[in-house]
């Protein structure tokens, strides 16, 4: 079964620093990948998702992830956080085309600090 | 942009009461999902849907659980005996192929008290 490991649960970065939001998947085939954010008292959004060429994935409001097979890593950037990133991010996957579902990770929240 | 509709925002009932959530995909597409938040975990796969069937399902969704597609544009979770740690924000999701990602709704908060 595959499963998705987000090392860490919260994470601080002042206001206009760069940001990197581990993500870790196993699973023994092949897989799509995705980026979902939640921002307070919403639901979730997609940010980004990599379903197959070119292992660097551009999302919305400036994010990217880079899918590392060797590592089995799907770990997400942004150059520069404003304080509007403040929210729930949720790394998740789904084995290729055998599983209707995708399996999210634990979450990590993203403190914005002034 | 096409959306997804859940309906209630938020909801209270009395444990072993039946409650319906109710959710409108968005018109073209073909698969269907109920995911469940509890308050500060991790998102959890409920069911699928396809084709008027469930495709697969978790252990959480066990024979309390139901759903169902009555008129072909909603898609609703039943909890028959609602428990206490039923209690959760309950998504809705739809996506028009296997491969991509879904769109969720915003969610309904059930309460059971």
């Known amino acids: 079964a595959q499963s998705v490991t987000q090392l860490d649960s919260q994470v601080p970065v002042f206001e206009e620093a760069p940001v990197e939001l581990r993500c870790n998947y196993s699973s023994s085939v092949s897989v799509y990948l995705f980026w979902y954010v939640q921002y307070p008292n919403q639901g979730l959004q997609l940010l980004l998702k990599y379903l197959s060429g070119s292992t660097l994935v551009k999302g919305i409001n400036g994010f990217e992830a880079e899918f590392n097979k060797s590592q089995t890593s799907f770990h997400l950037r942004k150059p520069s956080v404003h304080i509007s990133d403040t929210a729930e991010y949720f790394c998740a996957v789904r084995r290729g085309n055998r599983d209707d579902k995708i399996i999210f990770g634990k979450g990590t929240r993203l403190h914005i600090l002034p | 942009e096409p959306e997804v509709t859940q309906t209630p925002s938020h909801q209270v009932t009395q444990m072993g009461q039946e409650v319906i959530l109710r959710c409108v995909p968005i018109?073209?597409?073909?698969?269907f999902y109920w995911y469940r938040q509890i308050l500060g975990q991790k998102v959890e796969f409920l069911v699928s849907?396809?084709?008027?069937?469930?495709?697969?399902k978790s252990e959480i969704f066990d024979d309390q659980f139901s759903v169902e597609r009555p008129d072909g544009s909603n898609f609703t979770l039943k909890i028959r005996s609602t428990k206490l740690e039923d209690s959760a924000m309950y998504f809705c999701a739809s996506s028009d192929d296997r491969a991509g990602g879904y769109t969720f709704g915003s969610g309904t908060r059930l309460t059971v008290v």
């Open positions: 018109s073209n597409h073909l698969y």
């Open positions: 849907f396809y084709n008027n069937e469930i495709s697969e």
